[in-house]
């Protein structure tokens, strides 16, 4: 039986708690050795033991720390070699462990697709066959209700436009290359490179606009670092209003990274306080110093603090494409003098303390600019799922290979055919398929065909 | 007659493209057959078009030349000018297409049925068949005759119940000039089979000499004309012109006042005709906007009197196609031979049909061609060999052939007859297969040659001849592994603009950049190849392929890894008697098409329309449960 690979969350979307991812086929163990960010561990995954792990995305960009299981076929509930991850509940860590199980070759189930395994592979008493196919109904149906719920309005009219769009190009590639017996048209490449280059920036905006929405509904990720003992934990618990974070002054007392769900105004963030940068020889140190790297290339914005007595300190490359806050702390200290030259020789930086709350205000204000999200963005058209994200990429991907082949190669008119049609495919993820025959249909509409 | 003289191993009833392709077919597997026809001199008329090949038809031609048929044969006796169509596009598009001597390649077929071992040629109009417990055993003639057979295969073309309209006008045929046939629609619909209408059309027909042939432009055919066929010796076709000509607006007025004259726009017609073959009252109407449409007059045979006005298909009454015609520069007095007409006829839905062409309800029923709701000699042509192989090997007690989706155009053709609905007369287009880039022309033999021996199609002298072309070319594309230096191609890469190599590099990196062609290599390369023994154009072909499998090598791999996913599905059959309105899982459409269609396999059931991914779900989840 050699069935690909599949992946999907076992437990309902959801903040907080634990949230179940599951693996089910023959390479299971491998895309999770792959996700593992620890090469002693790799391999070693004992049948029905669970293993605390730290897992990475393609980029070692770490993801969480998980429990992981394996089953080992057929031992498991689907019959084949299956792996249960064990993550914290929040949707955007869900979502990035499935999106790089499937960087890593799995894809994400159908519907009752576990189930149906398990029943194909004998797991399942025979009787149950009727209940698990009207399983599988109900979940499609149910999903696809969801979908349509999702691809109310806007989005649904954005991305069948898009369709439409790349049916048209297909058209005008197919029209020549099926059914005119002339010469090739000259201006054949620059209608297509017109069109498909449009929607190539359509879809990228998209694309972006996920990210707008994942901070919306699952909140934008912000980091704060800094050197240590500048005041970085008291800015975490001053701006929740909490005391979730131990402070003290000594250095290096917050060795691990904390995070914290809050709401800015409205908008949500997970605000992340880390172990201060800075070279030391201390192991464990160290380790929450990697983290913070970790962290700073995956965020959403990043809250750099200084104090007046560790000005200047560049001790990373942060991230680019990352927006940053540049903050300069315990100005309660300073004296009004001292408080007026360091505005004019730091201007770039926001003066506040921790303390006494000073400018806070100012920076929650700043926070939320430098997001670009306000409270309102419902009338944006976003994409919202991992799935719709993936379906995107690859048309997109294949888009840009169409500008690429049509930039040059010229009269390479079969392969952009592929590409393109590959590109509605995706699309057909989300809007259900696209068939030869609404090409054609579209083709014996547009054109005057037959001699 | 003596008993015996009425007993065959297969009949086949309708001597067209089909009917044709089928009986020779079943003859050369050794099996005693039968071609019953209306008229025993119109085998493998052309009805419409003089020409064989076209886009996507060329590739049907030659994958019946390698299964062992004859249309490619036929077509380079018969041809008047070749041409390979689409050169300037991408390879897997080219198509051969050849406009042909219409007598020529009848008699040329006609001597293959006469001079064929195993092969009867019966004159006689079959109006009825007889079955018995769901397994056909003979037929009956108009005359009360009865041949007997347990193998029949139907190929009546636009003949069953055929109606002719010229504006109002309507005349009982099967093609002008030929009566039609009544009896086998009622004879298969009353067992059950469901039958259905459509309809085609064809240009009229004029006097050579009411041309003004100094007016027009000419067309020639290729210079260096490639056969169709791969068995083809001595080719050596005149290369005669045809002729161009353009509508005008007035032209299109006087058709546009009087379009509700032609039957389809005044409701005389229901049935659907083929959109990619539109009457010109169609184009018309629907692209009023184009100023001109081009006209091909095309001659039917050679130094014919009789010429095909191509582009011109109409059911408009003869005084309108005249009219309008006569305003077109060149045909100002221009006289009709015989009028445009349209045609409706008999069809059944080739949903219920096996992969095979058999009936899934009648034993022993193949049926191919036209009244399968195709239309064109190739599609026609391709059924007909295919239902003829399994109609005898169902004699023979063997292993019928069939053809995937991803190895043959007629693969594409069969499936999609069997899973589709037929909303109009069906025609090959190669965007309608999924991995077109692997269904080239001229890979024809790569893709069906082992399958035609296995099955015993060709004789082993065909077999071995393409054998060693695939030889040649699999030693070409191995010895472009070889490197190529850069004082070896530098200079030709300059003179192309193309950047130069700093150090030696295997020819194929080479060969798969844009623009660069496997005569642009070093000719240590191609020469010496020991495959000087081929004709030129087979070498020349060799080198397509092998340009082609390294310049394309990404995608065809990527084509090859979809059909590896899709291959289990395609294995997975399912019975025959499977209830599918027993399941309320399924979706009420999926329901209803899925029992209609009755699919063999689980791939088929995915490909019907209407059928969801979910459904395919709930289906192959019972298949399970019903093992
Ligand atoms: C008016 C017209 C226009 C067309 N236009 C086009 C076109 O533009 N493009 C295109 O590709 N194709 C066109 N075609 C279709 C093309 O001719 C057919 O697709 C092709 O000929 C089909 O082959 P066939 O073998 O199925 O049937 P046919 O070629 O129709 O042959 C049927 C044969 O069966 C015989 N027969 C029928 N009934 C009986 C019986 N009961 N007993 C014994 N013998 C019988 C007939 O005498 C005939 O010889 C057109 C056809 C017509 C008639
Ligand atoms: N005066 C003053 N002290 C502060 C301020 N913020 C933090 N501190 C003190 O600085 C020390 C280090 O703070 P902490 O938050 O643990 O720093 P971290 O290592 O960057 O997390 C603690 O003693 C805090 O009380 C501030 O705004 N003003
Ligand atoms: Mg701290």
Known sequence: MNYDTIVAPATPYGIGGIAVVRLSGPQSLLIVNKLINNNDLRLKLKPRHATLVNLQDENSV?????????????NSYTGEDLIEISCHGSPVVVDKIISTCCHFGARIADPG???????????????????????????????????LRLLHGELSTKLNNLRQKLIDAVSMVEFELDISEDELQPDLNSHVLAIVAEQSQQIHELLSSYKQARMLNHGALVVIAGPPNVGKSTLLNTLSETDRAITSNLPGTTRDTIDVPLLLDGVPINLVDTAGIRQTVEELEQKGVNRTFNYLKKADLIILVHD???????????????????IMNKVDLLTKTELDSIQTSHSKQLLISAKTGFNIKLLKQQIKTSLRISSSLSDNITITTSRQQRALKQCFNNINTTIELLNSQRSAYELISIELREALDAIGAILGKTTPDDILNNIFNQFCVGK | MKPSDNKFDVIVVGGGHAGAEAALASARLGVKTALVSQDKYAIARMSCNPAIGGLAKGQIVREIDVLGGIVGLAADAAGLQFKLLNRSKGRSVWSP??????????????????????????????????DKNYSVSGVILRNGERLASNTVVITCGTFLNGL?????????AGRMGESNSVGITESLTRRGIKSGRLKTGTPPRLFKESVNWEKLDTVAGDENPVPFSYRTKNFNPPNIPCHIAKTNSLCHEIIYNDIERAPLFSGDIFSKGPRYCPSIEDKIFRFAHHESHTLFLEPEWRDSDQIYVNGFASSLPEDVQLNALRQVSGLEKA???RPGYAIEYDFFPPAQLKATLESKFINGLYFAGQINGTSGYEEASGQGLVA????????????????????????????????????????MFTSRAEHRLLLRYSNADQRLAEKAKQYGLISDKFYDFLFNKL??????????????SPNEINGTLSDINGTTIKHSQPARQILKRPGIKLAHLPKRFTENNDHSNFDKHIIDEIHTEAETIIKYAGYIVRQYEQIERLKSQDKLSIPRDFNYLSINSLSNEAREKLDFVKPETLGQAIRVSGVTPADVGVLSVMLYKSK
């Open chain 1, 62 to 74: 770490a993801i969480d720390e998980s429990i992981v299981t394996f089953f080992e076929t057929p």
């Open chain 1, 113 to 147: 697709e576990f189930t149906k395994r398990a029943f194909i592979n004998g797991k399942m008493d025979l009787v149950q066959a009727e209940a698990v196919a009207s399983l599988i109904h109900s979940q499609s149906v149910e999903s696809s209700q969801l979908n």
């Open chain 1, 308 to 326: 007046p007595g560790e000005v200047e300190t560049l001790y990373y490359n942060y991230p680019k494409n990352v927006p940053i806050i540049k």
């Open chain 2, 97 to 130: 297409r050849a406009q042909t001597d219409k007598r020529v390649y009848e008699s040329y077929v006609l001597h293959l049925v006469e001079t064929s071992e195993n092969l009867t040629l019966l004159r006689g109009e079959v109006v009825d068949i007889i």
């Open chain 2, 164 to 172: 002719i309209h010229i504006g109002n006008r309507k005349i009982l």
């Open chain 2, 335 to 337: 006289e009709f031979l």
């Open chain 2, 388 to 427: 003829g192989i399994n109609a005898a090997k169902l004699f023979l007690r063997q292993k019928p052939l069939t053809l995937r989706r991803d190895e043959a155009y007629i693969g594409v053709l069969i499936d999609d007859l069997i899973t589709k609905d037929t909303m109009e007369p069906y025609r």
């Open chain 2, 471 to 484: 030889q040649a070319t699999e030693r070409l594309v191995e010895n472009l592994n070889k490197c190529v």
